[in-house]
């Protein structure tokens, strides 16, 4: 009897783990890349962007996004190069990790809001359609150049 329990129980875990990769591979995959959500935004969204990108991250990150802003020296760290391929990781809606050759629209925004050990939070000062702003406007440029 024992063994006929370990069986039914093991199948129905791997049944159960089996649902929950299909499911969570659904809702992700009808977020990666769709380009409603992340790389449609309006002129004026791109234009705010722009504006916002040249007042507050410019100086460390550059005209090209490159990490090579004036005061790209300064730092203790270099500014991270936006437009650097094949060595980011992005993360989806769902947190999973896949391989993406530019910065995620996630990322992006998780560094601005909360910035790191180098690069100052600015979900204090932005608001988030300020931060999408931003975000639209980094991610359409790296695509054009890219």
Same mark, same amino acid.
């Given at each position: ?37 992340? &790389? ?13 990108? /040249? %007042? ?9 996004? %490159? ?9 203790? %760290? ?8 094949? /060595? ?24 601005? %809001? &909360?910035?790191?050990? /180098? ?17 639209? &406007?980094?991610?359409?440029? /790296?695509?054009?150049?890219?």
């Amino acid at each position: 009897m024992k063994t006929n329990f370990s069986r039914r129980r093991f199948r129905n875990n791997i049944l159960m783990l089996t649902g929950i990769c299909v499911l969570t591979g659904c809702y992700a995959a009808t977020n990666i890349g769709n380009k409603d959500i992340y &790389y449609t935004p309006s002129e004026e969204t791109l234009a705010l962007g722009e504006e916002l990108y /040249v %007042k507050y991250c410019i100086q460390c990150h550059g005209e090209g996004l %490159k990490g090579d802003g004036p005061d790209a020296g300064l730092q203790e %760290k270099p500014p991270a190069d936006l437009t650097e391929k094949g /060595v980011h990781l992005t993360q989806t809606s769902i947190k999973g990790v896949l391989d993406y050759p530019h910065y995620s629209h996630e990322a992006i925004q998780d560094k601005i %809001k &909360y910035g790191n050990s /180098v690069m100052p939070p600015l979900k204090d000062i932005l608001s988030n359609a300020d931060i999408e702003a931003i975000t639209q &406007y980094i991610s359409i440029t /790296v695509r054009a150049d890219g």
